[in-house]
T-cell receptor, first 112, second 112 residues
């Protein structure tokens, strides 16, 4: 069974530009999560989708971040405009009902 | 106060040694916990779930002390392949769904 996939694996952009990250969850998993790890800090929750609905977006840092999950399959996370402090590793995870979360390999974002 | 606090490490042990990591959590309502393992520049992978007083899986034993809000992970007969960062994880309000709170991780290096 294929795991969670994320694209791109790496992204280097300049401050002020826009970046869109994509996550494909494990097939059949209704729950999709975004997390972020900033250098030197712990992994932190960003938001949680159940199918196409946002269940919890309390971890989103500000309105420069926009997450979507149209059709309840893959999800995108857009950062516009990117700031230096947005640099980090963005992880996506998915789970079926009442099960641990399975993580993707992450997207390493560097904002210069 | 952070939701999850871990031993900072690093731990450097020889092959065959027994090593234990500790973790404390702040939400007394939490019912279940997880230990994830993260290899360098890889995604977190579930190692063990801890739902009651503790459980054992081969060389790995996780214990939970609700009175002290303390979780431990014991690794016996360490292997070179055990070298990784171990993440203590607590879900929100004890549910197995929803956001996860991560500790900063404890780094383990097993040397020959």
């Amino acid at each position: 069974e294929a795991g969670v996939t994320q694209f791109p694996s790496h992204s280097v952009i300049e401050k002020g530009q826009t970046v869109t990250l994509r996550c494909d969850p494990i097939s059949g998993h209704d729950n999709l999560y975004w997390y972020r790890r900033v250098m030197g800090k712990e992994i932190k929750f960003l938001l949680h989708f159940v199918k196409e609905s946002k269940q919890d977006e309390s971890g989103m840092p500000n309105n420069r971040f926009l997450a979507e999950r149209t059709g309840g399959t893959y999800s995108t996370l857009k950062v516009q405009p990117a700031e230096l402090e947005d640099s980090g590793v963005y992880f996506c995870a998915s789970s079926p009902t009442s099960a641990p979360q399975y993580f993707g390999p992450g997207t390493r974002l560097l904002v210069l | 106060r952070k939701e999850v606090e871990q031993d900072p490490g690093p731990f450097n042990v020889p092959e065959g040694a027994t090593v234990a990591f500790n973790c404390t959590y702040s939400n007394s309502a939490s019912q279940s916990f997880f230990w994830y393992r993260q290899d360098c520049r890889k995604e977190p992978k579930l190692l063990m779930s801890v739902y009651s007083s503790g459980n054992e899986d081969g060389r790995f034993t996780a214990q939970l002390n609700r009175a002290s809000q303390y979780i431990s992970l014991l690794i016996r007969d360490s292997k070179l392949s055990d070298s990784a960062t171990y993440l203590c994880v607590a879900p929100l309000r004890g549910s197995t769904l929803g956001r996860l709170y991560f500790g900063r991780g404890t780094q383990l290096t097993v040397w020959p």
